[in-house]
C-alpha cells in the first residue's frame, strides 16, 4: 500500500496468483527517484504554527500536501522583501516560501512530508 507512481521495483519475489492477478510478496525492493529529496524551493499556504519559538514547526499546504517544516535556530525568518521577519507575525492562510529538502528515512518509511527549512519567506508581510 505504500508503493507510488513513480517507484520502481527492483525484485520481488513471492507466489502469483494468476486468476486474482495478484502477488503475495516475501520480500521486496523498491527505488524511490533521488530528485524527490534534493533541497528545492516550496510554495504554499501557512496552515498552523504548531510550535510558535525557535526551533519551530509549521505545517504548510503545499500543492494539496501538507508538508511539516521544521525551523532550527540558524535558519532566517524573511519579510516578502527579505528583511528579518518575527516568526510571532506568521498566522494561518499566509503564503509562505521555503527552501529545503524533504528528509529521506520519514518519507520512506512512515510517508510524512517534513522539511528542514534552511529559509523561511512570509510573501504576505
Given at each position: ?70 525551523i ?43 522539511v528542514?527549512?534552511?529559509?523561511v ?5
Amino acid at each position: 500500500d505504500r508503493l507510488r507512481k513513480g517507484d520502481t521495483v527492483l525484485t520481488a519475489s513471492g507466489v502469483y496468483d494468476y486468476p486474482r492477478n495478484t502477488l503475495t510478496a516475501d520480500s521486496i525492493i523498491v527505488v524511490q527517484a533521488k530528485n524527490d529529496f534534493l533541497p528545492r524551493n516550496f510554495e504554499g499556504v501557512l496552515k498552523q504554527v504548531v510550535t510558535p519559538t525557535i526551533p519551530a514547526t509549521l505545517i504548510v499546504t503545499v500543492g494539496g500536501v501538507d508538508y511539516t517544516v521544521k525551523i532550527g535556530e540558524k535558519t532566517p525568518i524573511l519579510k516578502k522583501n527579505r528583511a528579518v521577519a518575527q516568526l510571532a507575525r506568521f498566522v494561518a492562510g499566509d503564503t509562505v516560501r521555503f527552501y529545503g529538502a524533504v528528509r529521506e528515512e520519514e518519507k520512506t518509511l512512515t510517508d510524512s512530508l517534513i522539511v528542514d527549512a534552511q529559509v523561511v519567506r512570509n510573501l504576505n508581510l
